[in-house]
């Protein structure tokens, strides 16, 4: 009896410590974001005036109004780009060069992003210089987030549609719908729960990116992560602990209102078997 | 409990006769021959069954009715229409999946009224059509309900009521029972049966499960590595099987090795090495004398007592050496002075053990003059 209790607090400071491990920075994080001296390491009492401060920041809106429209956007495009990829591969009979297709497609997972960003960058230069017009602004950073993002997606995507019954398909194509409308029909809806993720993959993957906004951006536009980058360049500001909170609690939220609803639709998919069962 | 297809279709015409035409078809894949020549003739309004083990191309041959397979030669014709080149769903013909398809994301109503929205029906026509399937299949207070909601047999009756809804000239059933237990099983034969006889569709059915195809079928095509192995109904496959394959396949046999020693026109016998009197067979075949031959024997024709039989013949004795006892009946495996073993059922009409025969006992095994098969070795 006494060695388990020892195991059990032994199991219960691991887990503390994993926690505070995970968790702690982030915990400073906030707590600093309330205090209401200039230096980031000295506590002087609590505060809201660096939330004031980060609403009345124009420049710092701006980058995150630049960031969501960017983040919408291209994950929109490269979830509907992602789809028609992935039913190339997993739904169209073997075709030459599909394992090469396979490879490119994903290419972007595994090469470094500052490979990416750079070649993206030398593309935009020379497609601008071909046409005379500037190119960097917020339609490159958008096409550079679709390219990258897409990858992801793709996979998910891919690995979604590969373990789909295919007979579902086969069942509405017997039924006399054709191949386009047993997509829009039958697949899309069975897929959506893919789709919707790998939307928010796209969307978060945009939003946090710093290493190819910074490559392809020119001057006309700043996204959120490059303005917190530069900001705290210059040392540390309470201010952008204040952003950090903010996306920490919105996120949180996020996770939490998800895991409730995917909760409740188990606990009623498992009601549902039961009854079933029962009346079977 | 299986079809009858003289009940049903009491007249037929030729066209009736060729209702489903399957003409020298073959499917390959890369090389590799699923379906290998097959030709087949089906009657308007029976239940035909493919049976054969995995791989022996019986499903590529279904895929290739439904449309989802190409033949790589040869012509598919339905009512004397070509199916060749038409795809899946121009096709008259609907199919009930293995795995049931039914669609997640639509209730029972919705799946079943699937296909006839395919097809523009009016919305009051589509309601009623609905409403008389799922009374076929009794299923109508679970009309609101999603597949996932539903137990694996009424999940079944869905996908029927969905498949036939168009009514289609042919019908298509995947491995019917496959994802079912057992004791649901038998009772959804003759419930799936009972519909498809009822609403005279024509039917075509894949199965490995040979018990399920003797049930539910007019007439099996046994098919064996792409081709057909024997065409005819339940019994005269069972009884009267024209190969050691098909004899093998379906039921339990005892194959005896031999050659025909006398060959007259209404009596042959076969002398073997495996028994110590001849097999007499009280008909003419068309073999010749020394020819080597299977001769085929199902358990259930062999009669086993305990004095020695007075024919001369069709007899052998033996000790049992196993007993697998099935309640109505117990499968002697009696062990011949050759080494051979057979196999022979024994009714048990009595009720105590003391009173039957047991394990090491001495038996005759003997068997009538139109007991067995003869199958060419």
Redesign the interface.
Known sequence: MSSLHRTGLFGKGMLGFGYAFLYLPILILIIFSFNSSRISTVWSGFSFKWYIALFKDDAMLNAAWVSLKVAFASATVSVILATLAAMVLTRFRPFRGRTLFGALITAPLVMPEVVTALSLLLMFTTVSGFFGTSSKGMLSIFLAHVTFTMAFVTVVLSSRLAEL?K??E?????????RV?VFFV?TL??IMPALVSGWLLAFTLSLDDVVIASFVSGPSATTLPMKIFSTVRLGPNPKINALASLLVMLVAQAAVIGWYIMQRQEKR?LR??Q???K?? | MAANPEAVRPERSAADERYVFIDDVTKEFDGFVAVDDVSLSIRKGEIFALLGGSGCGKSTLLRCLAGFEKPTTGRILLDGQPMNDLPPYERPINMMFQSYALFPHMTVEQNVAFGLKQDGMPKPDIKRRVEEMLNLVQMVKFAGRKPHQLSGGQQQRVALARSLAKSPKLLLLDEPMGALDKKLRSQMQLELVNIVEKLGVTCVMVTHDQEEAMTMATRIALMDSGRIRQVGTPDEIYEQPTSRFAAEFIGSVNIIEGVIKDDEKDFVTIQSAALAHLIHIGHGISGFEGQRVNFALRPEKITVTKDEPADAHNKAQGVIEDIAYFGSHSVFHVRLPSGTRLMAHFANRKRWASENFTWTDKVWLSWGDNAGVVLPA
């Open positions: 019954d007979s579902l086969e069942a509405a194509m017997d039924l006399g719908a054709n409308k039958i809806p069975i998919r549902d078997i009854l079933a069962l009346e079977g």
